[in-house]
């Protein structure tokens, strides 16, 4: 299966530590997009990619977050000195730009991160 | 911005019954997205709606979009345990040229019990 690909799919880390995610989009898909969810909520937009430019970034990713997409295919997300309210499920998902229908988005099965 | 109210939230239904949740946006939609997520795992495209009276189906799961298009319903005939999980419904808030950054509703969790 050459889904969306999330890594770790869990991580537990203390208040204060770095966490990095993963994600590995289908191989042709040019955009890439990541969002969090928390629980009992629907996905918020953080942050998305065509190629490797980051084309816009949701006012809810604080100094803190750092996302990149240094050759266009993997992405990572970076939390710097990680706080409790950003325990969350972090979705990536991808699609092709020229699609049918490019707001067909395909996800992967999620990070989730749990700060202590 | 754009903010997506589901109802109901949660919906507990006996397997063989129909059911429909809503999905009420505050602006009007230019891409109603319909998915499907089950507990901790990723979400699952179902179906897209932009055109007002769309109405699509896919095996026993119906979606509409209503005339105004700030509305839009999803209909499971016969439901099975297979339908339960939790429903998502998302807009493109673009004004018609998606991009995928969607806002969606805060979900409707169906339970269908055998």
């Known amino acids: 299966d050459t889904g969306v690909s999330q890594n770790p799919r869990h991580k537990i880390t203390k208040r204060g530590q770095n966490v990095t995610f993963r994600c590995d989009p289908i191989?042709?898909?040019?955009?890439l997009y990541w969002y969090r969810q928390t629980l009992g909520q629907g996905p918020e937009f953080l942050t998305y990619?065509?190629?490797?430019?980051?084309?816009?970034k949701s006012r809810l990713l604080s100094d803190r977050f750092s996302a990149e997409r240094p050759k266009g295919s993997f992405s990572t997300l970076e939390i710097q000195r990680t706080e409790q309210g950003d325990s969350a499920m972090y979705l990536c998902a991808s699609t092709l730009s020229s699609g049918y229908n490019p707001g067909e988005l395909f996800f992967g099965e999620g990070s989730r991160l749990t700060v202590l | 911005s754009q903010e997506l109210e589901q109802s109901p939230q949660s919906l507990i239904v006996q397997e063989g019954k129909n059911l429909t949740i809503n999905c009420t946006s505050s602006k009007t939609l230019y891409g109603l997205y319909w998915y499907k997520q089950k507990y901790g795992e990723g979400l699952i495209f179902l179906m897209m709606l932009q055109k007002g009276g769309e109405e699509k189906s896919h095996e026993k799961i119906t979606a509409k979009l209503d005339e105004k298009k700030q509305q839009s319903s999803l209909h499971i005939t016969a439901s099975q345990p297979s339908h339960a999980g939790i429903y998502l419904c998302g807009a493109d808030n673009t004004g018609g040229t998606s991009y995928g950054k969607l806002t969606f509703g805060q979900g409707t969790i169906l339970t269908v019990h055998p």
């Open positions: 990619f065509q190629n490797e430019a980051q084309l816009e």
């Open positions: 191989s042709e898909h040019n955009r």
